[in-house]
T-cell receptor, first 114, second 115 residues
Framework: NAGVTQTPKFQVLKTGQSMTLQCAQD?????MSWYRQDPGMGLRLIHY???????DQGEVPNGYNVSRSTTEDFPLRLLSAAPSQTSVYFC?????????????FGEGSWLTVV | SQQGEEDPQALSIQEGENATMNCSYK?????LQWYRQNSGRGLVHLIL?????REKHSGRLRVTLDTSKKSSSLLITASRAADTASYFC???????????????FGKGTHLIIQP
């Protein structure tokens, strides 16, 4: 059981480039989400999904796209990277949506946009 | 916007001492959770307390919840160097219609245990 796996761990992008952060979970969880973590800001929800084929926006969705074609995978796409998207990104999953569930986090992806 | 906020922002104590950190939130909740984050790693779940519970224990961890004051505390007893980490509280709001809300995280308390 690998849990939540994120790749890449580190990435440097130039302004305007696009990229995809990959996320996979092997726990058959319905709920998956992406957060960004910035100093002094805590974790902020970018997008989430309550099941395959269903996605919705979180608190800070602008500049990001997601899709959920399978239960296991939930990639996050940066459409045209900006320096403001320099951050640490965490993918997370739980059995279902709701605070009564334990959330399992990936190890994070450090993204720098220059 | 932040639902839960931890206090203090940073805490430094000697190994063996107890560490207490607090979380305050603004609106009624169903559940409150505490997570730990070691430097450079993802968050790890510590404990979940439901709105109808007042106290829960897990090993050296004790969590209390006071819904009348909209606050929770996390106590780590007999601290160890390995407890050095950031600690986050996370809450979900009560939604009308019974829908399930996601967790909102606070900004965290950075705990340093001095050997």
């Amino acid at each position: 059981n690998a849990g939540v796996t994120q790749t890449p761990k580190f990435q440097v992008l130039k302004t305007g480039q696009s990229m995809t952060l990959q996320c996979a979970q092997d726990m058959n969880h319905e709920y998956m989400s992406w957060y960004r973590q910035d100093p002094g800001m805590g974790l902020r929800l970018i997008h989430y999904s309550v099941g395959a084929g269903i996605t919705d926006q979180g608190e800070v969705p602008n500049g990001y796209n997601v899709s959920r074609s399978t239960t296991e995978d939930f990639p996050l796409r940066l459409l045209s990277a900006a320096p403001s998207q320099t951050s640490v990104y965490f993918c997370a999953s739980s059995l279902v949506r709701g605070g009564g569930n334990t959330i399992y986090f990936g190890e994070g992806s450090w993204l720098t946009v220059v | 916007s932040q639902q839960g906020e931890e206090d203090p922002q940073a805490l430094s104590i000697q190994e063996g001492e107890n560490a207490t950190m607090n979380c305050s939130y603004k609106t009624s909740i169903n559940n409150l959770q505490w997570y730990r984050q070691n430097s450079g790693r993802g968050l790890v779940h510590l404990i979940l307390i439901r709105s109808n519970e007042r106290e829960k224990h897990s090993g050296r961890l004790r969590v209390t919840l006071d819904t009348s004051k909209k606050s929770s505390s996390l106590l780590i007893t007999a601290s160890r160097a390995a407890d050095t980490a950031s600690y986050f509280c996370a809450t979900d709001r009560v939604l009308g219609g019974g829908g399930a809300d996601g967790l909102t995280f606070g900004k965290g308390t950075h705990l340093i245990i001095q050997p």
